[in-house]
Nanobody
């Protein structure tokens, strides 16, 4: 059974930065697409970013327009955590952030992901 564990959330002032980490048991990141999603109170779960890999082009990433230029998904190598570096945070970024994994290519649709972490709270004060 794959388990994903997020960490790194917290309270930060607007304009600040946080780095979220996602660690996985029994999962080789290089064969899976890793995604980050978020859910604010009273709202639907929202896509943030994903990272996928294929043997022809290596890693590829995709970020939601709402975070492009401020957030970056990355990893050091296949066996280390996947990160979400969040810079220039805004109050509207406040949400529970979830890490997710799926086999195959990337998608922004949360229904395509097979494994989910428990989430980590990010709160941005104005």
């Amino acid at each position: 059974q794959v388990q994903l564990v997020e960490s790194g959330g917290g309270l930060v002032q607007a304009g600040g930065s946080l780095r979220l980490s996602c660690a996985a048991s029994t999962l080789t990141f290089s064969t899976y697409t890793m995604g980050w999603f978020r859910q604010a109170p009273g709202k639907e779960r929202e896509f943030v970013a994903y990272m996928s890999w294929n043997p022809w082009s290596g890693d590829s990433t995709f970020h939601a327009d709402s975070v492009k230029g401020r957030f970056t998904i990355s990893r050091d190598n296949a066996k280390k955590p996947v990160y979400l570096q969040m810079n220039d945070l805004k109050p509207e970024d406040t949400a529970i952030y979830y890490c997710a994994a799926k086999s195959g290519g990337g998608t922004r649709d949360s229904r395509g992901y097979d494994y989910w972490g428990q989430g980590t709270q990010v709160t941005v004060s104005s």
